[in-house]
């Protein structure tokens, strides 16, 4: 459970693309910057003056981040949304047209990066909790910008910034230390570097090294849901991913590997390199929004409204979808198929 990872940037397999299937856009308009991009940038009109609608509200929000526009974040792309859009055509070497096209928005997206993570790139230095000061609160600004903190920037490493460096660890296979260490400071980067590219048709290499090692089939949905079975009782452990311990994704991808089969590590990958179903079938991977928006849980559908998952409480332990908890949480269900 609680795993993010790295989001991939590959259309039809894409966070974003399968959100945009279920969801309104709207529902995004206040997300953490880094989903609320992935969606974002798959806009497939080009927002001019005129238009009304979340989206322009979205891009509001980046050029105020930016300090172009300081309006009222209205949704309404009036003459102030051109004139800031223009300012920022003009200043980044882009047509001067007044309309966000997709170049536009991938360099405004890339700009929004830069303002989160680049004042990463002066902290020298471990902090422990109970530190202030203006590297602790851009170390919050970049958590929140990868969705794991959610409160005011305020400098203090206090216990909710702890929390949210926990998730952070777990996520991206760090050892998990109460402290701002170096490797945090790395990871947060070369998250930075994988999100930097906004070509939807180039597949990253953990997709490609995926590719290679699963089979042409399906996989067989009996011998997995057997597999499964056989971990009940394990307990739960933050980062785990053998039978002394699992967390929610570290279970899938054991289990998975008991098949011969490899899947990426994190919940967010998983769901990024699956297939969208319409209908649940036994041995479907079913995802939830727990800690934060977008897929944060997972576990492997059973049947009879059914899954077996890694829960924090209680370890591998099968549930009932129809439990007001989760049936709350549910964002969809996907299949590990391989063209």
């Given at each position: 459970?609680?795993?993010?990872?790295?989001i991939?940037?590959?259309?039809?397999?894409s966070?974003?693309?399968?959100?945009?299937?279920?969801h309104?856009?709207?529902?995004?308009v206040?997300?953490?910057?880094?989903?609320?991009?992935?969606?974002?940038?798959?806009?497939?009109?080009?927002?001019?003056?005129?238009?009304?609608?979340?989206?322009?509200?979205?891009?509001?929000?980046?050029?105020?981040?930016?300090?172009?526009?300081?309006?009222?974040?209205?949704?309404?792309?009036?003459?102030?949304?051109?004139?800031?859009?223009?300012?920022?055509q003009a200043?980044?070497?882009?047509?001067?047209?007044?309309?966000?096209?997709?170049?536009?928005?991938?360099?405004?997206?890339?700009?929004?990066?830069?303002k989160?993570?680049?004042?990463?790139?002066?902290?020298?230095?471990?902090?422990?909790?109970?530190?202030?000061?203006?590297?602790i609160?851009?170390?919050?600004?970049?958590l929140?910008?990868?969705?794991y903190?959610?409160d005011?920037?305020?400098?203090?490493?206090?216990?909710?910034?702890?929390?949210?460096?926990?998730?952070?660890?777990?996520?991206?296979?760090?050892?998990?230390?109460?402290?701002?260490?170096?490797?945090?400071i790395?990871?947060?980067?070369?998250?930075?570097?994988?999100?930097?590219?906004?070509?939807?048709?180039?597949?990253?290499?953990?997709?490609?090294?995926?590719?290679?090692?699963?089979?042409?089939?399906?996989?067989?949905?009996?011998?997995?849901?057997?597999?499964?079975?056989?971990?009940?009782g394990?307990?739960?452990?933050?980062?785990?991913?053998?039978?002394?311990?699992?967390?929610?994704?570290?279970?899938?991808?054991?289990?998975?590997?008991?098949?011969?089969?490899?899947?990426?590590?994190?919940?967010?990958?998983i769901?990024?390199?699956?297939?969208?179903?319409?209908?649940?079938?036994?041995?479907?991977?079913?995802?939830?929004?727990?800690?934060?928006?977008g897929?944060?849980?997972?576990?492997?559908?059973?049947?009879n409204?059914?899954?077996?998952?890694?829960s924090?409480?209680?370890?591998?332990?099968?549930?009932?979808?129809?439990?007001?908890y989760?049936?709350?949480?549910?964002?969809?269900?996907?299949?590990i198929?391989?063209?």
């Amino acid at each position: 459970m609680l795993a993010s990872g790295q989001i991939q940037h590959v259309v039809k397999h894409s966070m974003a693309y399968g959100y945009i299937l279920s969801h309104p856009f709207s529902f995004y308009v206040d997300a953490y910057p880094l989903l609320q991009n992935e969606i974002f940038q798959q806009t497939e009109m080009q927002l001019s003056y005129g238009q009304h609608n979340e989206s322009i509200r979205v891009l509001q929000q980046k050029l105020n981040l930016l300090s172009y526009y300081e309006k009222d974040l209205d949704g309404e792309f009036g003459i102030f949304t051109e004139y800031a859009l223009k300012r920022y055509q003009a200043e980044h070497h882009l047509t001067v047209s007044g309309e966000a096209n997709k170049e536009t928005i991938a360099a405004i997206i890339r700009s929004e990066r830069d303002k989160y993570l680049t004042p990463l790139q002066s902290i020298d230095r471990t902090y422990y909790i109970g530190e202030t000061g203006e590297d602790i609160k851009s170390i919050q600004k970049a958590l929140y910008y990868f969705g794991y903190y959610k409160d005011e920037a305020d400098g203090i490493f206090g216990p909710k910034t702890n929390q949210a460096l926990h998730y952070f660890q777990v996520d991206n296979g760090l050892e998990v230390k109460q402290e701002i260490n170096p490797q945090v400071i790395t990871a947060l980067s070369e998250n930075s570097s994988h999100q930097s590219q906004f070509n939807s048709n180039e597949k990253k290499e953990t997709n490609i090294a995926v590719a290679k090692d699963i089979t042409n089939e399906s996989v067989n949905s009996s011998e997995l849901a057997k597999t499964a079975k056989q971990y009940i009782g394990v307990s739960y452990t933050w980062g785990g991913s053998s039978p002394s311990g699992f967390d929610c994704s570290g279970y899938i991808n054991y289990v998975f590997n008991q098949l011969h089969v490899t899947i990426p590590r994190t919940v967010s990958d998983i769901w990024n390199m699956a297939q969208p179903v319409k209908s649940l079938s036994i041995g479907d991977l079913v995802f939830f929004e727990t800690y934060k928006k977008g897929p944060s849980h997972m576990g492997i559908y059973l049947g009879n409204k059914q899954f077996i998952h890694a829960s924090e409480s209680q370890g591998v332990q099968i549930s009932a979808m129809n439990m007001d908890y989760w049936q709350q949480r549910y964002l969809g269900a996907k299949r590990i198929k391989i063209k």
